[in-house]
């Protein structure tokens, strides 16, 4: 696909620079209105990681030394060890982190989540976020992020003042794809299922197969803290996404393994995009490879460790430590044939809902938390941070609450929802449940005792099954419920005369 400059980012760049210098005295003009963060009422900094699994950080247990810096954030502060990712791929784990909503009642369901871009599917607008919620309690919020799947058009820049995402030039330009899609219809030459296909993947995957998705968390980190030392004195809400964990596993050469039977040319083919023949059984895998790509992930988390720590000094030598609250987590893991597979998005097992949460603020004594706890309950941690509770419909609850005292036990939901499969879980202190809703049938692991998940107690205990179910069926059914209940344009939205045109194409 070849790049062109569309005509709406030209008339964009005009308008930007003939409005540079206005726009330039009214953001002086409001930044004195933001005061000074206090210890009452901190910044709050958000720190997310793309496909990290917890247990491939040193302070959740891993062997190798991967994540020093995150082990001392994790030391100063509170580290959930139980934290549980809503959904195993980043637009749904997103909605949940920034909503505390679940993916199915936002509108996310197995025909249209694989391809939000083509159904116009986002964060319906009418939702309250995190971001919405802490700038009507005065915060100054802005983002810096990376991943196609966060891109503004899907709803997560509302409530963002500043939406940043770092080196978009290098990602696919989303204008042209809606657009010369559209204009081939409005042309009488509907685009074949094929041909709409290849297009969004060249637009994914950069043209002639350059990944999009390894902008390196050194580049985020440079933006953010660019931006965070000309706004610091200011109360801000900060969201920093990294994503080199990510596939492509591509650290930078010094951050790559040495593995014995592995040379730099075929280690190089790893860390490069090959995921179909990886798929396809094309890249024939020995172990002495599967060892590779491992290394090579725990390589990337190295590396975005060494970001988390510039951030991590320079915060104090801001002073802004003490004034501060910083949660950092992850959306979702990332399966290295645990069980069976690679990658991510597709089951519910530990690999890929077992996430890293820490909490490090102002009064926050430093401990350990083994409570289950969610993606839901991070929003309404954050807005109570900032003194207001979040919206009615949030299903989380502040984890400072459970800091207080320890409460009910909460139940996590979990729900894979792709294409032709549509998976659920629920997770109850050490025991889970996973549900497989078309196929009908159902797992029991017991974690304690089994946190690979390789035994299914299903058969041995149905009494456990039986009463899982039926709080998991509950939840499915109010969010069916919620579902059906949403207007069309919610479920939808985006461009609706290209949804048509490509519901006509046969989507
Ligand atoms: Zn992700």
């Known amino acids: 696909m ?52 917890a247990d491939h950080l040193s302070s959740y247990g891993y062997r190798q030394r991967t994540s020093p810096n995150i082990d001392q954030l994790a030391r100063e502060g509170v580290q959930f060890l139980n934290a549980v990712s809503t959904a195993p791929w980043t637009f749904p784990a997103f909605s ?4 505390s909503m679940y993916p199915t009642e936002l509108g996310i369901s197995t025909h249209n989540a694989l391809l939000p871009q083509i159904y116009g599917q986002r964060l319906d607008p009418a939702r309250e976020t995190l971001a919405e919620r802490l700038a009507a309690q005065g915060y100054r919020t802005q983002a810096f992020v990376t ?6 058009e899907f709803g997560f820049s509302q409530g963002f003042q500043g939406y940043t995402v770092v080196d978009r030039q290098r990602a696919y330009d989303y204008d042209a794809i809606l657009q010369a899609t559209l204009a081939g219809r409005l042309a009488g030459q509907a685009p074949p299922a094929e041909a709409a296909l290849r297009q969004l993947y060249e637009a994914l995957m950069g043209p002639a197969g350059q990944p999009v998705w390894d902008v390196r968390g ?37 951050y790559r393994p040495a593995v014995p039977g592995v040379n730099a040319e075929r280690l190089e083919y790893l860390a490069s995009y090959n995921e179909e023949d990886i798929y396809t059984g094309r890249a024939r895998l020995r172990p002495a490879d599967h060892k590779a790509l491992v290394g090579l992930y725990d390589g990337e988390i190295r590396f975005v460790d060494e970001q988390v720590g510039r951030l991590l ?67 309404p941690t954050l807005t ?36 032709t499969s549509e ?12 549900y497989d809703r078309f196929g009908g049938g159902s797992e029991l692991y017991h974690l304690d005792a089994d946190p690979g998940e390789h035994a299914d107690l299903s058969e041995q205990a149905p009494d456990q099954v039986f009463a899982l179910k039926r709080q998991l069926e509950t939840w499915m059914a109010a969010n069916d419920e919620k579902y059906a209940a949403l207007p069309r344009t919610a479920v939808t939205g985006g461009d609706s005369a290209l949804i048509e045109a490509l519901r006509a194409g046969g989507y």
């Open 96 to 99: 949940a982190i920034h909503t």
């Open 384 to 419: 109570a941070v900032a003194g207001s509770p979040f919206h009615a419909d949030a299903h989380g609850l502040s984890l400072l609450d459970l800091l207080r005292a320890p409460g009910e036990p909460r139940l996590a939901f979990s729900e894979a929802l792709f294409l």
């Open 423 to 434: 998976k659920k879980a629920i997770r109850s202190g050490s025991q889970k449940l996973i």
């Open 218 to 254: 050194d580049r985020v980190m440079d933006s953010a803290l660019n931006w965070l030392e000309g706004h610091r004195s200011e109360r801000f809400f900060l969201w920093i996404h990294c994503i080199d964990p990510h596939y492509p596993f591509a650290p930078p050469a010094s």
């Open 313 to 379: 000094r320079q915060l104090d030598d801001w002073g802004l430590r003490e004034t501060t609250f910083l949660a950092l987590t992850a959306d979702h893991g990332d399966e290295f044939w645990d069980h069976g597979g690679y990658q991510h998005g597709h089951t519910l097992y530990n690999e890929l809902l077992h996430i890293p949460l820490i909490l490090r603020g102002p009064g926050l004594p430093a401990r350990q938390v083994a409570d289950v706890v969610r993606h839901v309950d991070l929003a």
């Open 2 to 53: 070849t790049r062109r400059v569309s005509r709406r980012t030209v008339l964009k760049a005009a308008a930007g620079a003939l409005l540079a210098g206005p726009l330039a005295a009214l953001a002086r003009q409001t930044r004195a209105a933001y005061p000074r963060a206090t210890a009452e009422q901190p910044n709050i900094l958000l720190v997310t990681i793309d496909a990290l699994r």
């Open 147 to 152: 991943n196609p799947w966060l891109f503004p």
